[in-house]
């Protein structure tokens, strides 16, 4: 089957129903022979796209993730990221914010961790936290050392929308391409993967009772994510939203919206310069000596 990365794109100013759109889809692949065949093949990909990325220089990929608990945002980064050389990508979870980090607006956290041109940067959640965690919990705004006065004002969750489509236009004008997805599992599939959690010593760590407690504030998530992502997916940086009830097709779906950003960039090999070109043939004749 082919996948159209356009289909889980969510239009600039649609207002988003997630209990509207599928966590699984369609089966892409007939079977797990096929579908390990598919993503070698995208990774395989997404490795000569990442060499032209870097060597042409010109523009950087900003790769956001975001999820419920247990959406498969850590797999996927693993799986669809294998083949790309490590020196042209970097991987950033974001936590709970450190005392440095409070004392600072919203976004700075995030803005030192920005890639560089000819690289692709990954956010494992991001400043969508702050619309998010902090939305459903909004006694953690005390922790940032608001006044009471902003902690109090109706608007502060759009002004933080605003904050964020502004800001990121802004990479957008300065050659940062913004691609974001939400992993967008169900309540049932999340239970199921935090059981698969007891019963594997070795995934057992992922597991916490703040984990279980948050179960309980679903469908303030699920508010909470409608907002921003219909207040923030916009033509330079959209939203993505990826069926992943089943973590095969997730991924596969994952590294085609990767791999069209990219294409989108038409990276290539920078041309070889007249002066280039004379440097060249100077090297080749001190080196058949």
Same mark, same amino acid.
């Given at each position: 089957?082919?996948?159209?990365?356009?289909?889980?794109?969510?239009?600039?100013?649609?207002?988003?129903? &997630?209990?509207? &759109?599928?966590?699984?889809?369609?089966? =892409?692949?007939?079977?797990?022979?096929?579908?390990?065949? =598919?993503?070698?093949?995208?990774?395989? @990909?997404?490795?000569?796209?990442?060499?032209?990325?870097?060597?042409?220089?010109?523009?950087? &990929?900003?790769?956001?993730? $975001?999820?419920?608990?247990?959406? +498969?945002?850590?797999?996927?980064? #693993?799986?669809?990221?294998?083949?790309?050389?490590?020196? +042209?990508?970097?991987?950033?979870?974001?936590? $709970?914010?450190?005392?440095?980090?409070?004392?600072?607006?919203? =976004?700075?956290?995030?803005?030192?961790?920005?890639?560089?041109?000819?690289?692709?940067?990954?956010?494992?959640? %991001?400043?969508?936290?702050?619309?998010?965690?902090?939305?459903?919990?909004?006694?953690?705004?005390?922790?940032? +050392?608001?006044?009471? $006065?902003?902690?109090? /004002?109706? %608007?502060?969750?759009? /002004?933080?929308?605003?904050?964020?489509?502004?800001?990121?236009?802004?990479?957008?004008?300065?050659?940062? #391409?913004?691609?974001?997805?939400?992993?967008?599992? %169900?309540? !049932?599939?999340?239970?199921?993967?935090? &059981?698969?959690?007891?019963? !594997?010593?070795?995934?057992?760590?992922?597991?916490?009772?703040? /984990?279980?407690?948050?179960?309980?504030?679903?469908?303030?998530?699920?508010?909470?994510?409608?907002?921003?992502?219909?207040?923030?997916?916009?033509?330079?940086?959209?939203?993505?939203?990826?069926?992943? @009830? /089943?973590?095969?097709?997730?991924?596969?779906?994952?590294? $085609?919206?990767?791999?069209?950003?990219?294409?989108?960039?038409?990276?290539?090999?920078?041309?070889?310069?007249?002066?280039?070109?004379?440097?060249?043939?100077?090297?080749?004749?001190?080196?058949?000596?």
């Amino acid at each position: 089957m082919t996948i159209h990365s356009k289909t889980y794109q969510v239009s600039p100013g649609k207002k988003l129903k &997630l209990g509207e &759109l599928p966590t699984v889809g369609p089966k =892409l692949t007939k079977s797990k022979k096929q579908y390990q065949k =598919l993503l070698e093949e995208h990774v395989k @990909d997404l490795s000569a796209l990442q060499q032209l990325h870097y060597a042409s220089n010109r523009h950087a &990929l900003l790769v956001i993730f $975001q999820g419920m608990d247990a959406a +498969g945002k850590d797999g996927a980064i #693993r799986h669809v990221m294998s083949g790309i050389n490590p020196q +042209g990508c970097e991987v950033y979870s974001f936590k $709970q914010p450190s005392t440095e980090e409070l004392e600072h607006d919203f =976004l700075w956290r995030t803005t030192g961790c920005l890639p560089e041109r000819g690289r692709i940067g990954i956010f494992n959640r %991001s400043y969508y936290e702050e619309v998010l965690v902090v939305r459903v919990h909004p006694e953690q705004l005390r922790e940032e +050392g608001l006044s009471k $006065q902003l902690r109090d /004002d109706k %608007s502060k969750w759009e /002004d933080r929308y605003r904050s964020i489509a502004n800001f990121e236009e802004h990479l957008d004008r300065n050659s940062t #391409r913004v691609v974001k997805m939400f992993l967008h599992i %169900s309540k !049932d599939e999340q239970r199921r993967r935090f &059981l698969a959690r007891i019963d !594997d010593p070795g995934k057992n760590w992922k597991l916490s009772l703040a /984990d279980i407690r948050e179960r309980k504030f679903w469908n303030d998530y699920v508010r909470a994510y409608e907002e921003c992502i219909s207040a923030t997916s916009t033509h330079r940086a959209p939203w993505y939203v990826v069926p992943a @009830d /089943d973590k095969d097709d997730a991924r596969l779906i994952v590294s $085609q919206i990767v791999l069209d950003a990219l294409r989108e960039l038409k990276p290539s090999y920078p041309e070889t310069t007249r002066k280039h070109r004379a440097e060249l043939k100077a090297i080749r004749k001190v080196l058949a000596k």
